[in-house]
């Protein structure tokens, strides 16, 4: 069981998920590009502060990382002052962090000539989901490594699968949340269409919950659509982020997903309305400009 842990990344998600490890009793070293922020949740919960990555990976058995996108990443691991930088030979990276998996496995291999091992293990649930503990986390990687992780991943996460190979994981995510996207562009069109033909828009949501058009994303975000709520649960920028690397994917694999390249172009057009920090409940916005109305 690993005794010292680093964690990097300190945001919406990783300060709940890493204030999980510390209530489950690991040590933790922390670092983040926001200093101060970092300095005040590490003074909060009984935890280290790194000067940089590589200070924290010296520090550490396995490190966390848990930021927004591919370049930071591939930054907080390989660049000068990254953890491969200050890590010891056997050192394991658990990337958190939603990613291209091609991208992944790239970054794995360039962590093995260095003698380090790396598991991705991104997240779905949002952060009511890490700040009770209860996230699904899928793990790609070596079945040894994942297993080294594995009581971290119990402390932050209620369904934890091992997935596959390295970058199995980063691929059942955007999987996951493309499909996501796609159902909320199709509850906020059923919304418009409701309220256009006079249909009690309570009535719909009760109805459709309890067949077969029931959903997570109209159980979640039917409300603060028709409330025009985006408070931020999960940024609308990091699902279109998440929504381009699936078609990214997709066009490799030579599969079309049609719904899926709609939900990228509402997101978009959302993002292009200001919405982009705001919660990815926000691509009503696009839909509504789209219908000429609003709910």
């Known amino acids: 069981m690993p005794e010292r842990v680093g964690f990097i990344g300190l945001g919406i998600m990783g300060s709940r998920m890493a204030a999980n490890l510390r ?7 922390v670092w983040s590009r926001t200093t101060d922020a970092a300095a005040a949740w590490a003074e909060r919960h009984g935890a280290k502060l790194a000067a940089s990555p590589a200070k924290l990976a010296g520090e550490c058995e396995v490190v966390i990382t848990m930021v927004v996108d591919g370049e930071q990443v591939e930054s907080v691991l390989l660049g000068p002052e990254g953890v491969a930088a200050g890590a010891g030979k056997g050192l394991l990276c ?4 939603t990613i291209s998996p091609t991208e992944t496995r790239r970054l794995g291999s360039a962590l093995g000539e260095r003698g380090l091992r790396l598991v991705d293990a991104p997240v779905t649930g949002s952060s009511p989901r890490a700040e009770d503990g209860t996230l699904t986390i899928m793990a790609g990687g070596e079945k040894a490594d994942v297993e080294r ?5 119990e402390a932050m996460g209620e369904l934890v699968v091992h997935v596959g190979p390295l970058g199995q ?12 996207a796609a159902n909320l562009v199709t509850v906020g069109q059923a919304l418009l269409l409701a309220r256009a033909t ?5 009535a719909l949501q009760e109805v459709l919950s309890a067949g077969s058009g029931g959903s997570a994303m109209l159980e979640l ?16 920028d990091h699902m279109l982020k998440d929504v381009s690397l699936l078609l990214a994917e997709s066009r490799s694999a030579e599969v079309p997903c049609p ?21 990815f409940a926000a691509v009503i916005e696009a839909l509504e400009g789209l219908a000429g109305f609003r709910l």
């Not at 209530?23 to 070293?29: H, M, W, Y």
């Not at 658990?94 to 962090?97: L, R």
């Not at 006079?198 to 309570?202: I, N, R, Y």
Request: negative net charge.
């Open 259 to 279: 719904s899926i390249s709609l939900a990228e172009e509402m997101l978009l057009g959302a993002a292009r309305r200001g919405h982009g920090e705001d919660d």
């Open 221 to 236: 975000k039917s409300g603060p659509m028709r409330e025009h709520d985006y408070s931020t649960l999960f940024k609308l």
């Open 94 to 97: 658990v990337d958190m962090s």
């Open 23 to 29: 209530a489950a009793g690991f040590e933790l070293t």
């Open 169 to 180: 994981g980063e691929m059942l995510k955007l999987i996951n949340n493309a499909v996501a």
């Open 198 to 202: 006079d249909v009690d828009l309570d």
């Open 149 to 153: 992780a594995w009581p971290l991943f």
